[in-house]
């Protein structure tokens, strides 16, 4: 597809469970972004990909977060030992350089953690 | 420590009217600013962006203003239409990170 793809689009999971959360960047964007936005607030930075390498991942609240881009396209999130308040809409986003361009979002996945 | 920040959480505009946004930022380092619009169950849609060497961007009815001084600007909406309903949030970028306003939600009044 033409745009960023998340997948997947709904997951209910239970407290202390792991979950992956996926994203496909648009081809050819070398940036890849991860928020999470709660409710009335904005998205709230989590990770940050230039390439295969995470740039700057000072937004992971803890150690049960973790994010993935092994060959420089698709991310994956995880975590660990989910919490209810790990509940959230989790944004992907990407964009072609990362510095000065507009990013493109994924239409999130929303984790619910009963 | 909140480095975008958008202080009104809501607006409402009348049909046809002018609708202002505004944005204030903390950080100086940031050069790049943009406005992303959001449906609900939707992702953030870019809207419009300026860079900090200006001070004004139009396009269509959509005109942002930087005020580098005051580290604020605002999205101008002008004649505001109820499909611009939805949630506007403020972004600055410096070097790599990207970050986010909280948002204000604006609705067109028919």
């Known amino acids: 597809g033409a745009g960023v793809s998340q997948t997947p689009s709904n997951k209910v999971t239970e407290k202390g469970k792991y979950v992956e959360l996926r994203c496909d960047p648009i081809?050819?964007?070398?940036?890849l972004y991860w928020y999470r936005q709660s409710l009335g607030q904005g998205p709230e930075f989590l990770i940050y990909?230039?390439?295969?390498?995470?740039?700057?991942d000072s937004g992971l609240p803890n150690d049960r977060f973790f994010a993935v881009r092994p060959e420089g396209s698709v991310s994956t999130l995880k975590i660990q030992r989910t919490e209810r308040g790990d509940s959230a809409v989790y944004l992907c986003?990407?964009?072609?350089?990362?510095?000065?361009?507009?990013?493109?979002f994924g239409q999130g996945t929303r984790l619910t953690v009963v | 420590d909140q480095q975008v920040k958008q202080n009104s959480p809501s607006l409402s505009v009348q049909e046809g009217r002018i609708s202002i946004l505004n944005c204030d930022y903390t950080?100086?380092?940031?050069?790049?600013f943009l406005w992303y619009k959001k449906y609900p169950a939707e992702g953030p849609t870019f809207l419009i962006s300026?860079?900090?060497?200006?001070d004004k961007n139009e396009d269509g009815r959509f005109t942002v203003f930087l005020n580098k001084s005051a580290k604020h600007l605002s999205l101008h909406i002008v004649p505001s239409q109820p499909g611009d309903s939805a949630v506007y949030f403020c972004?600055?970028?410096?070097?790599?990170?990207?970050?986010f306003g909280t948002g204000t939600r604006l609705t067109v009044i028919p």
């Open positions: 986003a990407s964009s072609s350089t990362g510095e000065g361009t507009e990013a493109f």
């Open positions: 081809s050819g964007h070398t940036a």
């Open positions: 990909f230039q390439g295969t390498g995470a740039a700057d």
């Open positions: 950080n100086s380092m940031f050069d790049y």
């Open positions: 300026i860079s900090s060497i200006k």
């Open positions: 972004a600055a970028t410096g070097a790599n990170n990207l970050f």
